[in-house]
């Protein structure tokens, strides 16, 4: 098990490698030169070239690429220059490791910009993630369990409706109704711990994370109807009923745990994914997470940020991927051996 | 004087969009403590369904289940579900066809087997555990401290079945429905398991109620035997009767149907010709009578007509059978015993 881990771990690691490659190729073949963005509006070649050279932005793409990499490992100056090190000190900036680059649209390291913003996505996706979790498979059973009656088709249908809603919508909708009109819960703004206590932080995440979860859940609570459904039919379930075990304790010890892979599988990754931001939901409660920054790089060329939400979505992605195969083994014992 | 297990005229049906299906109908049967008894029929003939309503496992389903099925007296169709589940495990345990399929496999074989003692006795996880251990060492499993850890895709196919007999028997019932426990096991593996069970049954004095399409197992293990077609017993008596003296050309078919391990290695099974009949809508009359060899020796159109009572056979006794035949014993010794055992036909003139 320990092997196997170490394993996961390593592929994961040349995965980052392999992706981070792939975004830095298509960084350059876009049609944007990363200088004169940095520089403004009206500058001359000659400050262009500076600028490009300031940034590491005027050697071949393999290299600059080289120097990233080192730079998530060991950290690097801006701008690398032996010379300038020596007679001027104080105009080179350290980023220290992991550095993932310096964005030249909001002046600060990548790093830093991205440590600010994950607790806020962090925080929102986890809170959005336990509300669907426990309302999409416990009325996911539900709906097995009462099948074809009104109760399943009202469940059912009901989270439908609100997948079918656009999250904008749904955002909005709870801002100026149970927010503003009725007066329910305050307009959510992001309070850390820090500052708000774990009630202050919860209760300004309530409404982004119900907007996401009423999306999210809709899926599961058809996934886990279907598999109670199916591991209802199987052998074993009517060997559970011949021992005389009560109706409650063949739910959720027999046929509850057998459902539970496939909404494993499905959880890791879409934890994983909101993980990197809610792009939609975000904009709309203006929090400044992960997914506001996307949308705010991309439209400013801020490439660099772009480079270091991709690699960290994707380290997301990867951790996730493991951890559902760990969970996996602990599941189902049959995967362990084999 | 009733029987431990006393099943009268018992009904499985279950409405469709199509109509009813009548898996079971007017089914009666009697076991005794410490007896067998053998249900064999085709695939779909209402082995299964009759058993498992024995169990209450149609309750919660839209099958209509009516009857009587008294076990020591107490008519197990009259309980709430509740009291029923009392029931299920403790005196009424069950084993099925498949074992890999039966048990779970994200639980360890122990804690299935302790499961069915803890829901029945009010004992720590220590003592089901321990329980659990001694039934797996009665059933022949080797190291049974340390199997009763593993998970059944672990275990053999056999040993599978072993411990699915440790769990049906964990809390001592009085009676024992086994669903086909040979179907899914190799022939070595068979035959043990039948011992097995001979063994524990003298040893525990429990009723067994084995279903079964092998003629075989029948011979080896039943007191009496029940043969269903089409959810009704055509042929019920003693075993030893109903193999040598058959009167039901069903039944016929059936023992044409095994092979003759003696004879030419070349010569060809007797299958019985056509298919096992719709539930939902089964021929008019004897449902067996669209595959029956020996229609035109019964006067008119009864066979396709008239439903054929249970009769007292020729041979008489307790064996009873459906037929119209009026000489159903005669048309066994001089038309099927030649063709199906010539020796045997030779030797009873």
């Known amino acids: 098990m320990f092997a196997y881990v170490v394993r996961r771990c390593f592929t994961g690691v040349i995965m980052l490698i392999v992706m981070s490659f792939v975004t830095y190729f298509l960084f350059f073949a876009s049609p944007i030169d990363p200088g004169r963005f940095a520089c403004g509006k009206s500058c001359p070649p000659a400050l262009i070239k500076q600028t490009d050279k300031a940034l590491g932005f005027d050697k071949p793409w393999p290299v600059q690429w080289k120097d990233f990499a080192i730079g998530v490992v060991k950290g690097r100056d801006y701008p690398e220059d032996p010379a300038l090190r020596k007679s001027a000190p104080e105009l080179i900036s350290h980023c220290p490791a992991p550095c993932l680059g310096y964005s030249q649209v909001n002046l600060i390291n990548v790093t830093t910009e991205l440590k600010d913003k994950i607790p806020i996505s962090v925080s929102l996706a986890l809170v959005a993630f336990v509300m669907w979790i426990i309302g999409g498979i416990s009325l996911g059973a539900v709906a097995a369990l009462t099948k074809g009656s009104i109760i399943d088709r009202g469940v059912v249908g009901t989270s439908l409706v609100f997948y079918a809603f656009p999250t904008f919508w749904m955002g909005l909708f709870l801002i100026e109704f149970p927010a503003i009109k009725w007066g329910l819960v305050q307009v959510p703004s992001y309070t850390s711990i820090a500052d708000g206590g774990v009630w202050g932080w919860l209760s300004n995440l309530f409404l982004p994370g119900l907007t ?73 409660f203006n929090f400044n997470g992960l997914g506001k920054l996307a949308v705010d790089s991309t439209q400013t060329f801020d490439l660099p940020t772009v480079v270091g939400l991709v690699l960290l979505l994707a380290a997301f992605v990867i951790v996730a991927n493991i951890i559902v195969d760990i969970l996996y083994a602990v599941i189902d014992p049959r995967v362990r051996v084999g | 004087m009733t029987s431990y297990l006393s099943v009268r005229d018992l009904v499985v049906h279950f409405p469709t969009i199509d109509g009813i299906v009548k898996a079971t109908d007017g089914l009666s049967y009697e076991v005794e403590r410490g007896k067998t008894l053998g249900i064999v029929g085709e695939s779909g003939s209402g082995k299964s369904v009759s058993s498992s309503a024995i169990l209450g496992l149609h309750r919660g389903t839209n099958a209509k289940v009516s009857g009587e099925i008294l076990l020591d007296g107490d008519d197990l169709l009259q309980l709430n579900d509740e009291q029923m589940r009392q029931h299920r495990g403790s005196d009424v345990a069950m084993i099925f066809q498949d074992p890999l399929s039966a048990m779970h496999p994200y639980y360890t074989v122990g804690n299935q087997i302790a499961e069915a003692y803890l829901v029945h006795n009010r004992v720590g996880k220590k003592a089901a555990r321990a329980r659990a251990i001694e039934m ?11 199997r009763v850890d593993d998970y059944p895709h672990q275990f053999s196919g056999g040993m599978r079945q072993r411990a699915m007999i440790a769990m049906g028997l964990i809390n001592n019932p009085g009676l024992l429905i086994a669903d086909e426990p040979t179907t899914a096991l190799d022939v070595t593996v068979q035959a043990q398991i039948l011992d097995l069970l ?29 043969v269903m077609y089409a959810g009704r017993a055509v042929e019920y008596g003693p075993c030893k009767e109903i193999l040598t003296h058959p009167e039901m050309p069903y039944t016929w078919g059936l023992l044409s149907s095994v092979p003759d391990l003696s004879a030419d290695t070349n010569a060809k099974l007797i299958p019985i010709r056509g298919n096992p009949p719709s539930l939902l809508s089964p021929p008019p009359g004897c449902a067996f009578n669209p595959r029956c060899d020996h229609r035109d020796k019964v006067p008119g159109d009864l066979c396709t007509t008239q439903v054929p009572d249970l009769t007292t056979a020729r041979s008489g006794g307790n064996h009873v059978k459906r037929c119209h035949l009026a000489n159903p014993d005669e048309v066994y010794a001089t038309e099927v015993l030649p063709e199906i055992a010539p020796d045997l036909a030779k030797e009873t003139p």
């Open chain 1, 212 to 284: 996401l979860a009423l999306f999210y859940m809709a899926g599961y609570v058809r996934i886990t109807r279907a598999f109670v459904l199916e591991s209802m039919s199987e052998d074993y379930l009517r060997t559970a009923k011949a021992k005389g075990l009560a109706p409650r304790k063949i739910l959720f010890k027999h046929t509850m745990r057998a459902a539970l892979t496939p909404i494993v599988t499905l959880a890791g990754l879409d934890l994983a994914g909101l993980l990197g931001g809610a792009i939609i939901t975000e904009q709309v």
């Open chain 2, 136 to 146: 797996l060492d009665r059933v022949g499993i080797p190291q049974p401290d340390r």
């Open chain 2, 198 to 226: 001979q063994d524990l049954q003298r040893e525990f004095n429990s009723a067994i109620i084995i279903i079964t399409h092998d003629l075989g197992v029948v011979a080896e293990m039943a007191d009496d035997v029940l």
